[in-house]
């Protein structure tokens, strides 16, 4: 059988009740990673979004990474905020197909 590494920083519920109740353990990890670099988190409104996709595309012109965290993976239309897979097109659209992925 294959060792699977589940990495989250807020365990969801499922998660929660694999360890529980499945075949997992859970591991903390206490210490940060060694020559671990400053991180910057922003919020950022829907409104300002050209605004923001310009500052994106000079941070990867600088080879810096980028993360972006949505709420859901699938879109809905009880939801008005963007879905990863929603979101995942915009980005591939605006940057390019090479630079966007999904994790």
Request: hydrophobic fraction near 40%; charge should be neutral; aromatic fraction near 8%.
């Amino acid at each position: 059988s294959a060792d699977i590494l589940f990495i989250t920083a807020t365990p969801i519920p499922r998660t929660l009740e694999q360890i529980l109740y499945g075949n997992m353990d859970r591991i903390t990890l206490k210490d940060k990673p060694a020559c671990r670099l400053p991180v910057k988190t922003s919020i950022v409104k829907v409104c300002m979004i050209d605004d923001l996709c310009k500052r994106l595309k000079n941070m990867i012109s600088r080879e810096h990474k980028i993360y972006w965290i949505c709420p859901y993976i699938e879109g809905s239309e009880d939801n008005e905020v963007a879905s990863v897979e929603e979101r995942f097109e915009f980005l591939k659209n605006m940057f390019g197909n090479n630079i966007v992925g999904v994790s």
